[in-house]
């Protein structure tokens, strides 16, 4: 478990640190309505067994009630129980998480997600292969 997470966090640092471009991302979903955003996956997906580690952008095509364009989530998912929790959040005021960040850390813990809900879908697209 050490190794996984050593290797997850060298891959997140380095793809954090860098800058995005829409290029690298992997655009998962839209939501239209009530606000347009757009829901991108990293192409980079760390697995051990059933638990996945990626990386979501959220990128709002307005900024939000806090002046933020975009989220970059740090998160790990467990494909067997439709379940996910974040490790970590950057708020970026500009979007493709591009700009000086916010770092919102919290204590991680698992959730139960909607299975008609975007961060569900978003789930089973990196469990499945990125299909």
């Known amino acids: 478990m050490k190794k996984f997470r050593y290797l997850f966090y060298t891959l997140?640092?380095?793809?954090v640190f860098s800058t995005?471009?829409?290029g690298y991302w992997e655009l998962v979903t839209k939501q239209e309505e009530p606000n347009k955003i757009d829901?991108?996956?990293s192409p980079k997906v760390v697995?051990?067994?059933n638990i996945v580690s990626f990386l979501f952008l959220?990128?709002?095509h307005k900024k939000n009630e806090f002046g933020d364009s975009?989220?970059?989530?740090?998160?790990?998912?467990?494909?067997?129980?439709?379940?996910?929790?974040?490790?970590?959040t950057l708020r970026h005021p500009e979007r493709m998480g591009k700009g000086k960040?916010?770092?919102?850390?919290?204590?991680?813990?698992?959730?139960?997600?909607?299975?008609?809900?975007?961060e569900n879908k978003v789930?089973?697209?990196v469990c499945n292969g990125n299909k």
């Not at 960040?101 to 909607?114: A, G, H």
Request: proline share 5%; glycine share 6%.
């Open 47 to 49: 697995r051990e067994g």
């Open 12 to 15: 997140f640092s380095l793809l």
């Open 39 to 41: 829901f991108y996956v």
């Open 101 to 118: 960040y916010i770092k919102l850390v919290r204590e991680p813990v698992w959730m139960n997600l909607d299975p008609d809900g975007i």
């Open 58 to 60: 959220l990128d709002f």
């Open 70 to 88: 975009s989220y970059l989530i740090e998160v790990n998912g467990d494909c067997s129980n439709n379940k996910t929790k974040h490790l970590l």
């Open 123 to 125: 789930l089973k697209y």
């Open 20 to 22: 995005p471009s829409l």
